[in-house]
Structure formats: structure tokens, C-alpha cells
């Protein structure tokens, strides 16, 4: 019977993370409800031998690329799902086990092409992940006024109809690096007419690595991102108004003992993103 719904999750070089991410995906509730494919994007680690003893049955496959981007890595999982819905996570993230399920469930309460849910740190994380955390949930507030007509849903809990990925062409490879390259793909689904939803309720645990090093490499990434986002076409940028939506929203994302790191942390990712924005090369 095939599943309903087929998970992506592309990694590369994380066996341990992935291990902890696998173990919830493969558990998914009722039994049956999803496929995994996890895309192993060129890992120099020991990631692809111990994916192929994975002992996986019909539940969990693997697939290899070059070492492309997280962007080309989707579109191979997607090009190899069974399953009429597509839903992606990362190697990194925690989903409930009832995630596929509450998407699936979601996607045809809305009549939508594509929902996605919140993401949280997790508990223990270092600040620098916390404050990235909360950064980009302002921005899913700011870019989502109504959640029933979302513009912004992020790429670690998303869902989607397969027909309507492959009618817009999928995620654009060009994004190489982590940024923007879902909220393109969102574009080209609403021009399309397709509705995007988010659901808050629907929560993903993010365990992510990170320290101020790969915090500000993180912040560059999102500035390549929005350079080849916006050189796409005509879209409007975000205003003072959105921006102060956006960190304000961030700040209460975090108890009050944090705010005054997240106020530096804001200067610091803004920063960095305008570096990344400004040498980062426009779309062909």
C-alpha cells in the first residue's frame, strides 16, 4: 500500500543527529502513514555506510547527490516519492509522532498546496541557536499576518502537494547554500493561485549546533539567499513596519533575562546578512 504522505529530510555529514531525527520519523503514527527518504548529500563521514546497513524495510530509504545544496537534495527526494503529499524536516529537527499525520490532516482541512507548523529550540540549546530560533519566528509572524493565507513557511516543518511542486518546477537549485530558496518557492506557489497555511499548533523541535562562528556563517547564507530571492523578479521588499513586527516578535519569543543578547544578536545577524546580501550573485 503506498503511504500517503513520503518525508524528506536531506543531510550531510550529521550521522549523529540524523540517527536522533530517524528514530522519531520511523515511529510515525498510524503505521503506515509515511515513507522517509533521507537524500545523503555528498557526506564525507561515515553517513553513507551506515545508511546502507540500515536495516530500513519499506519505511525508510536513502538516496545520494553530489553534494549540491539542501535545495537540489529536496527535489531528488521529492522526484522519488511514492506518497501524494511531500513533507520535509531536517536532520536536526524532532517531529511528533503524529506530525505526518496533522499535516496530511491540515493540507485537506484548508484546501491548501502547502501548510507548515513552528519551530522551537530545543531545551539546552546554545544561545546563539536560541537567538537564530527566534529571529526567524519573528520573521514567520511578520510574513504570516494571517496564518490562513501564510507567505512564509520554513523548510524544517512544511508540507506539500507533489502536483502542485512539480507544476511550479520545485525548489530552484540555485539556492545553493541554507536561504530563501523556500520562501521562492512559496512565491511561485501563491502566484500559481495555491494557498499556504500556518499552523502553529503542529511544533518541531529544532536541535541545532550552533556557536557565534556558524551563527554569523548561518546570517551571510540568508543574505546570499535574499539577493538571489529578490534578483528573481519583482517582489516587494520587507518595510520598517515588517522588520520591526519581525524583532519585536523575536523578543518575545525569549524570556526577559535573554532580550538584551537577542537586541545584539539582531545588530549581529543584520550585519551579516547585509554582508551576505551584498556580495552574494544575482540569479541568471
Not at 25 to 40: H, K, N, T, Y
Not at 116 to 145: C, D, E, K, M
Not at 218 to 237: I, V
Request: contains cysteine; charged residues 25%; hydrophobic residues 45%.
Amino acid at each position: 500500500m503506498t503511504p500517503p504522505v513520503s518525508i524528506v529530510v536531506p543531510t550531510r555529514n550529521r550521522w549523529g543527529s540524523l540517527a536522533a531525527t530517524l528514530a522519531r520519523l520511523r515511529s510515525q503514527e498510524p503505521r503506515g502513514i509515511a515513507e522517509v527518504i533521507v537524500v545523503d548529500d555528498g557526506s564525507t563521514d561515515a553517513t553513507p555506510g551506515l545508511l546502507a546497513g540500515l536495516v530500513c524495510g519499506d519505511a525508510v530509504r536513502s538516496l545520494r547527490t553530489r553534494g549540491s545544496g539542501a535545495a537540489a537534495a529536496r527535489n531528488a527526494g521529492i522526484a522519488a516519492a511514492a506518497g501524494a503529499v511531500v513533507a520535509c524536516t531536517d536532520d536536526d529537527c524532532d517531529v511528533p509522532v503524529d506530525w505526518a499525520s496533522r499535516l496530511l490532516a491540515a493540507l485537506d482541512a484548508r484546501d491548501a498546496v502547502a501548510v507548515g507548523g513552528r519551530v522551537v529550540a530545543a531545551a539546552g540549546s546554545s544561545r546563539p541557536a536560541r537567538l537564530a530560533q527566534a529571529i526567524t519566528n519573528g520573521f514567520v509572524a511578520a510574513l504570516n499576518p494571517d496564518p490562513e493565507q501564510a507567505a512564509f513557511l520554513t523548510s524544517n516543518n512544511v508540507a506539500y502537494r507533489k502536483e502542485a511542486l512539480r507544476d511550479v518546477g520545485l525548489f530552484d537549485e540555485g539556492f545553493a547554500g541554507a536561504g530563501a530558496e523556500e520562501r521562492d518557492l512559496h512565491e511561485r506557489l501563491r502566484a500559481r493561485g495555491g494557498r499556504l497555511a500556518y499552523v502553529p499548533d503542529v511544533v518541531v523541535t529544532h536541535r541545532a549546533e550552533l556557536g557565534w562562528a556558524r551563527f554569523v556563517r548561518q546570517q551571510l547564507a540568508y543574505g546570499r539567499g535574499a539577493r538571489r530571492f529578490y534578483a528573481r523578479g519583482a517582489r516587494r521588499r520587507l518595510g520598517p513596519r515588517a522588520y520591526a513586527t519581525a524583532f519585536g516578535r523575536a523578543l518575545a519569543e525569549l524570556p526577559a533575562r535573554e532580550r538584551p543578547a537577542l537586541v545584539l544578536g539582531i545588530g549581529l545577524s543584520q550585519a551579516a546578512v547585509l554582508c551576505g546580501y551584498l556580495a552574494g550573485q544575482e540569479a541568471p
